[in-house]
Structure formats: structure tokens, C-alpha cells
């Protein structure tokens, strides 16, 4: 028998619910109804939107997932077989997994322990003359210290690039923390901030690429030049099936619209985890906001420092679901199934535990989390 049953809505509290606006509806019927349903005039319009609301410099394509902008992005920096990049050794493993199609060596860093984003200090023992690229994701949407990793990556010619999957809406010294690397990404999938049922945004600094990362999305064909009917629109690059179709731009576009008020209510939840949760074995990863940032809070996570498992149980008794989510990427076989000595992520690997933070969980559900974990287990 399974110990962690799979929460219902109409039965407690489940860990994730997604969120799609009422407005969703009625853009998707529409594009049902048109001529476009495949990637066509929504995706221009979401992505257009989408570069005016959270970005200055970057330009910015729709994909199919998160991953697709992951593996672009590698594939824009000139990552090539050999090649090692330092990455996080806590995150979703489709942060990773990119790298190895086109045989580049990830470099697993240790988490900051008050944040589980990647060590800036572990970053600077493990740079190497191989290495190309930093890649840095926001935890839970607790953005990481852009401007060190800037220092690093200037000092040592190297590409800085955000996965943002978890951090749409994050601010770092006063602007959107995705402003500040060479690439970024955001994952569109069910259960994240903005989602189109699945889906991704890559976002480049680097103008110049804008048109290949275009090319590279779609066959390595040069759409708008494939309408002239002419052989001089050659094939040069290997390219991929990674666009959005209209029918997720659409969903997107209605997302848009609530964005600010949708991370403001997620913010609001996580100050409340902060006013409520009082027990002394349990400790929040991160702030809801400091004098550096504003978290966009996807994630609730804390550290158990007695019997995470014991929690668990309690909480599902009490039909709460509660899990760890991710899970440290060097112990899988994909990519060595070897430990490494990461001090921080060995020390927190049987501690963190993810809280329900979403659009469906009330104030007076926080308090009641709270209230239970506080009564001890």
C-alpha cells in the first residue's frame, strides 16, 4: 500500500493545482474557430507581449516546453561535445539533461544552504579551462545573486544562463532577475506560475542569435524565406520541432493578463507560511522579500530537522500533500549514479520537504498547515 496516496481537490489539500484563467476559455474556442491552430499569429503575439512585460534587452521565441528552451539555449551559447558547463546539482533534471544530447559534461556545484540555488563558491572552485557556460536556477522563485554570477562569468569569458522555470515574476536589486543573464528560460508546464498546458519562453541578449534560435526552432528552415518559393533557401543547420502552437499561445495570452496579480496572491500565501509556522524543527528556505529581491514564490520549502517522513505522514493523515519535488541530479544513473561530495546538499538531502502553494490554497488552509505541523509530530 502506497504510505503517499495521491491528494484529490475534493478530498484535502493537494501539492499542485494548475491555474487558468476564466478568459482562457473563450481565446482558445477562438482560435479553435480560425485558421491558425498551429503555431501561427498567437504565438508572435504572446511572445511580443510577453518581451514587453518582464524584458528590456532580450528578444524572446515560444517553444514546447521548457526543455526545448533549455536545449536552444545550449545550442546558441556554442556548448560543444566535451564542453563542461557548471550547473546545479539540485534542480529538475530537464535542467541538465540538454547538455548530454550534444555530449557537453555538466559539473554538479553545491546549493547555498538558506536558498538551495547554486554556491557561488562552490562555482568558483569548479571552473575549469573547459569550462563554457554557468547555468543557474531560481529556486522556488528566490532569485540567485546575479550580480556575483555577472562578475564571475566577465572575469572568466564565460555565458550566463537562467533557468527560470521556477521564478517568473522574481525581482533581484529592483528589476525581473531574468534581465540579467545572456539566456534565460521559463517552463510553461501544467503546474507552473503561468502555464499554456505545456509550453516555454527562451529569452536572448545577444540580438544577433535571434534570427537562428528562430531558424533552429522549426526544422532549421527559414520560415518567412521559405514563402519566396526559391532553392536559395537552404538548410544549414540541424534543426528541431520546438515551436508553441496558437492553441497554448492563446491560453498564455489570457495568463498575461492576471500574472501580477496571480504572483502577488503566491507571495502573499509564503508571508503567511512565515507569520504561522512556529515549530522549532522546522525551518522556510528563503524570504518572501528582502532588501535584494521579491520572490515569486512557486515554491514553500522547508528544511525538517526531525523525521521528514514522520511529517509527511502526519500531514497526509490530515489529507495535506506534501513532497520533495526535486531531487539532487548527481545520483542518477544518466549521469553517473555517483554521490558527490556536495556538502550543503548531503547535509540537506533528508530535510527539505515542499508545502501546497497555489492559487486554490486559502489563507485559513495555510493556517491550518501551519497549526498542524506546529502541533508536532
Keep these: 500500500m502506497n504510505e503517499f496516496p495521491i491528494i ?44 514587453k512585460k518582464f524584458f528590456k534587452n532580450h528578444k524572446t521565441i515560444a517553444v514546447g516546453a521548457g526543455t526545448d528552451a533549455l536545449h536552444l539555449a545550449y545550442l546558441l551559447a556554442n556548448i560543444k561535445k566535451n564542453d563542461e558547463v557548471i550547473v546545479p546539482g539540485f534542480t529538475c533534471t530537464a535542467t541538465n539533461i540538454p547538455l548530454l544530447y550534444i555530449g557537453a559534461k555538466p559539473v554538479f556545484a553545491d546549493v547555498e544552504i538558506n536558498t538551495l540555488n547554486i554556491s557561488i563558491e562552490d562555482i568558483k572552485k569548479k571552473i575549469s579551462k573547459k569550462t563554457k557556460a554557468i547555468v543557474c536556477v531560481d529556486y522556488g522563485g528566490i532569485p540567485n545573486d546575479y550580480i556575483e554570477l555577472n562578475k564571475i562569468c566577465k572575469k572568466n569569458n564565460l555565458i550566463l544562463i537562467s533557468d527560470a522555470a521556477h521564478s517568473l515574476g522574481s525581482k533581484f536589486i529592483g528589476k525581473y532577475s531574468c534581465q540579467y543573464a545572456d539566456f534565460v528560460i521559463f517552463s510553461f508546464q501544467a503546474i507552473k506560475t503561468l502555464t499554456t498546458g505545456d ?23 527559414d520560415r518567412s524565406a521559405k514563402q519566396k518559393g526559391i532553392w536559395e533557401n537552404d538548410i544549414k543547420e540541424i534543426g528541431y520541432k520546438y515551436q508553441m502552437n496558437d492553441i497554448a499561445a492563446s491560453i498564455g495570452l489570457a495568463a498575461l493578463e492576471e500574472i501580477d496579480n496571480v504572483i502577488k496572491y503566491r507571495n502573499k500565501l509564503f508571508t503567511l507560511y512565515e507569520r504561522y509556522l512556529k515549530n522549532k524543527n522546522i525551518r522556510i528556505i528563503g524570504k518572501a522579500s528582502t532588501n535584494k529581491y521579491y520572490n515569486s514564490s512557486w515554491l514553500i520549502t522547508v528544511v525538517v530537522n526531525k523525521n521528514r517522513v514522520g511529517l509527511m505522514k502526519k500531514l497526509r493523515k490530515h489529507k495535506v500533500e506534501s513532497a520533495q519535488v526535486h531531487y539532487r541530479n548527481d545520483r542518477y544513473s544518466v549521469f553517473s549514479n555517483k554521490k558527490l561530495n556536495l556538502k550543503n546538499m548531503n547535509y540537506i538531502e533528508n530535510k527539505y520537504l515542499v508545502l501546497p502553494l ?3 490554497v486559502k489563507e485559513m488552509d495555510v493556517k491550518n498547515i501551519c497549526n498542524i505541523i506546529n502541533d508536532g509530530w
Design 8 to 51: 484529490l481537490e475534493n478530498q484535502g489539500i493537494p501539492l499542485f493545482y494548475p491555474y487558468i484563467p476564466k478568459k482562457a476559455k473563450k481565446e482558445v474556442l477562438n482560435t479553435l474557430s480560425s485558421r491558425w491552430i498551429g503555431q501561427g499569429p498567437k504565438v508572435e503575439k504572446f511572445e511580443k507581449k510577453f518581451e
Design 199 to 221: 509550453g516555454g519562453m527562451l529569452a536572448i541578449k545577444n540580438k544577433k542569435l535571434y534570427h537562428k534560435a528562430k531558424r533552429l526552432r522549426w526544422f532549421g528552415i
Design 358 to 360: 497555489h492559487m486554490k
